[in-house]
């Protein structure tokens, strides 16, 4: 009798191992995204494809990386399914036929090169040409769509500083490089963990620029070389924000601290407390400048944010973990470009 019990033990332990409740298992699966399944043979499949296709993923191979090249396939993936719930979500469908006409003349065709400088840009348009053309053209145009959908009734209020750009007040130092990062996280971790602390700092930063500026104006100098380093209070639809509208900042819940690299200001962190945040009622405001389509599908994209707590997303360690900033998959979150973290509580903000 020892060796049957033995063997229903067995079965029982395989089948919770498994997942014997409802919904997708995660053995098997690279990612999981609501109800749906990402499967590992998904994703070799492509790397498999790739390694055959583009001279850019032999590279990669002859390396000893294609650990990169899996992580940019999980989370194009991904964010091909969370396309998918939004749409849904928003009432969008697509238009096949100027999906069908793209597709006649197939921008994704070609190779990229294995002398490709950039490997975050590579790898990127390496995975798009490898997957399903008309796949992924279709979550181009409903990126885009959501864009414009979503940016008419989107504002965000927040009160924000940053690192790397203004000396600091006690040392009057500028802190640079890597000291710049861990100075910027530590300051959203500690608005994070003590609100009341995020609301003395940034008023002091601000009252600290004002300085700064009223001393430049008596040197003699123009005050706008001072870019804006703070804001209380700000009130920003996303018509107007430019390329914030595709940052964390937009795309994070009230009450909320994120802190990512300032948008074309190198070496500087934004920091910032979102305060409201309007997505279901039109924005009143002057003429909005039209949006590129890579503008919009970035800031499409950048609205695929809040599904990823929404839709319980998992990813296998096996790839590594979600960067909410990066919108992607990365080995550990050390790599991170910012973090978003729920103010005096807990939440699934960062994977």
Not at 37 to 55: F, G, M, T, Y
Not at 225 to 245: D, F, K, M, N, R
Request: charged share 20%.
């Amino acid at each position: 009798m020892g060796r049957p019990r033995a063997l229903v033990a067995v079965v029982a332990g395989a089948l919770l191992l498994a997942g014997c409740g409802s919904g997708p298992s995660q053995v098997g699966s690279a990612a999981i995204v609501g109800d749906r399944s990402v499967s590992i043979d998904q994703v070799q499949n492509l790397i498999d494809k790739a390694v055959r296709e583009q001279p850019y993923a032999r590279k990669l191979a002859a390396e000893h990386k294609l650990d990169v090249l899996g992580r940019a396939v999980v989370s194009s993936l991904v964010l091909h399914e969370l396309l998918a719930t939004a749409a849904e979500k928003q009432g969008i469908t697509p238009n096949y036929g100027q999906i069908e006409a793209q597709l006649a003349k197939d921008p994704l065709n070609g190779t990229v090169s294995a002398d490709a400088a950039d490997e975050n840009q590579a790898v990127s348009e390496l995975v798009t040409r490898t997957r399903d053309h008309r796949e992924a053209l279709t979550d181009t145009y409903l990126a885009q769509a959501l864009a414009e959908k979503v940016v008419p009734n989107l504002s965000v209020t927040f009160d924000y500083t940053s690192i790397g750009s203004m000396p600091d007040s006690a040392t009057g130092a500028t802190l640079k490089g890597p000291d710049a990062k861990n100075a910027a996280f530590d300051l959203a971790r500690q608005f994070a963990a003590d609100p009341a602390a995020a609301t003395k700092r940034i008023g002091a930063d601000a009252q600290y620029e004002a300085s700064l500026r009223q001393q430049a104006a008596q040197q003699g100098q123009s005050t706008d070389s001072i870019p804006p380093l703070t804001g209380v209070g700000e009130a920003v639809p996303a018509s107007q924000a430019g390329v914030l509208a595709a940052s964390p900042l937009f795309g994070s819940p009230a009450g909320t601290v994120t802190v990512f690299p300032y948008p074309n200001r190198e070496g500087t962190w934004f920091v910032a407390v979102v305060r409201q945040r309007v997505d279901d009622k039109p924005v009143a405001t002057e003429q909005a400048p039209s949006l590129d389509d890579a503008s919009k599908t970035a800031i499409g994209m950048r609205q695929l944010q809040p599904l990823f707590d929404q839709s319980d997303v998992r990813i296998n360690k096996r790839y590594g973990v979600w960067d909410v900033v990066g919108m992607n998959v990365l080995q550990n979150l050390d790599a991170a470009q910012g973090l978003v973290l729920p103010q005096g509580g807990s939440g699934r903000t960062q994977q």
